[in-house]
């Protein structure tokens, strides 16, 4: 029997793009029209906000945990988040969980060490892209990383919170982001870490100017993993 998955989800378009991952890929090894149980639940995105904006990381981890609990009693075996920004808050997460989590950062990582990258542009809202999480988990993979300047982490936060999470998605938005990732090329990065789980469904890795690392489709096939894992 594979495992239940949980996902705490925050904002709608990154959750149902993991959703629809784990549901699409698992055919393959489960046989047609089949995947694990997955239990969903969410907070309003608007709730997060209130706290991500303070920086009280403890109260973006009790939404969280009451996310958790909800799925713990619908029997999911362990959890995933497909939302990197509120990863901050793991480290008051992890010791109160019901059920054991995979963590997003530390899945990108195990990526790029595996596929040999050594430096990587780190994309996403302004509180993920100046936080901890991926260099702390970069560290530990011995890989390093790059974020953009203070005027770029504004003009790709205010894309994010104006435009992907509504689902609105522009071409000039998306030439953006490959004029972001040219720009750190040459400053010497080897892959860009699409770090907010809604940046996917705007850039097309086929014509990006760096290879992509594509947070929301790696954690939903990291869950898919485990929850077949003997």
């Given at each position: 029997?594979?495992?239940?998955?949980?996902?705490?989800?925050?904002?709608?378009?990154?959750?149902?793009?993991?959703?629809?991952?784990?549901?699409?890929?698992?055919?393959?090894?489960?046989?047609?029209?089949?995947?694990?149980?997955?239990?969903?639940?969410?907070?309003?995105?608007?709730?997060?906000?209130?706290?991500?904006?303070?920086?009280?990381?403890?109260?973006?981890?009790?939404?969280?945990?009451?996310?958790?609990?909800?799925?713990?009693?619908?029997?999911?075996?362990?959890?995933?988040?497909?939302?990197?920004?509120?990863?901050?808050?793991?480290?008051?997460?992890?010791?109160?969980?019901?059920?054991?989590?995979?963590?997003?950062?530390?899945?990108?990582?195990?990526?790029?060490?595996?596929?040999?990258?050594?430096?990587?542009?780190?994309?996403?809202?302004?509180?993920?892209m100046t936080g901890p999480v991926y260099p702390e988990a970069l560290e530990r993979f011995g890989v390093s990383c790059e974020i953009p300047d203070g005027?770029?982490?504004?003009?790709?936060?205010?894309?994010?919170?104006?435009?992907?999470?509504?689902?609105?998605?522009?071409?000039?938005?998306?030439?953006?982001?490959?004029?972001?990732?040219?720009?750190?090329?040459?400053?010497?990065?080897?892959?860009?870490?699409?770090?907010?789980?809604?940046?996917?469904?705007?850039?097309?890795?086929?014509?990006?100017?760096?290879?992509?690392?594509?947070?929301?489709?790696?954690?939903?096939?990291?869950?898919?993993?485990?929850?077949?894992?003997?």
């Amino acid at each position: 029997m594979a495992k239940h998955i949980g996902i705490v989800a925050c904002s709608a378009e990154g959750a149902a793009l993991c959703y629809r991952t784990i549901c699409a890929e698992a055919p393959e090894r489960m046989g047609e029209h089949r995947h694990p149980e997955i239990t969903m639940h969410t907070h309003p995105l608007a709730d997060y906000m209130v706290h991500i904006r303070k920086g009280d990381w403890k109260k973006v981890a009790d939404l969280m945990l009451s996310s958790t609990g909800k799925l713990a009693h619908a029997g999911a075996d362990f959890a995933v988040c497909p939302d990197n920004t509120i990863h901050q808050a793991m480290e008051f997460v992890k010791p109160r969980s019901p059920i054991p989590w995979l963590h997003i950062a530390e899945v990108v990582a195990h990526e790029a060490r595996s596929r040999g990258f050594r430096r990587l542009a780190v994309l996403g809202t302004k509180y993920l892209m100046t936080g901890p999480v991926y260099p702390e988990a970069l560290e530990r993979f011995g890989v390093s990383c790059e974020i953009p300047d203070g005027r770029v982490r504004d003009r790709i936060d205010g894309i994010i919170f104006t435009e992907l999470v509504n689902a609105v998605f522009r071409e000039d938005s998306r030439l953006y982001f490959n004029q972001v990732m040219e720009d750190m090329k040459k400053t010497g990065c080897d892959a860009a870490v699409l770090g907010c789980t809604e940046i996917p469904l705007i850039v097309n890795p086929n014509d990006a100017p760096l290879p992509t690392l594509d947070s929301t489709r790696l954690l939903a096939r990291a869950a898919l993993r485990k929850a077949l894992e003997e």
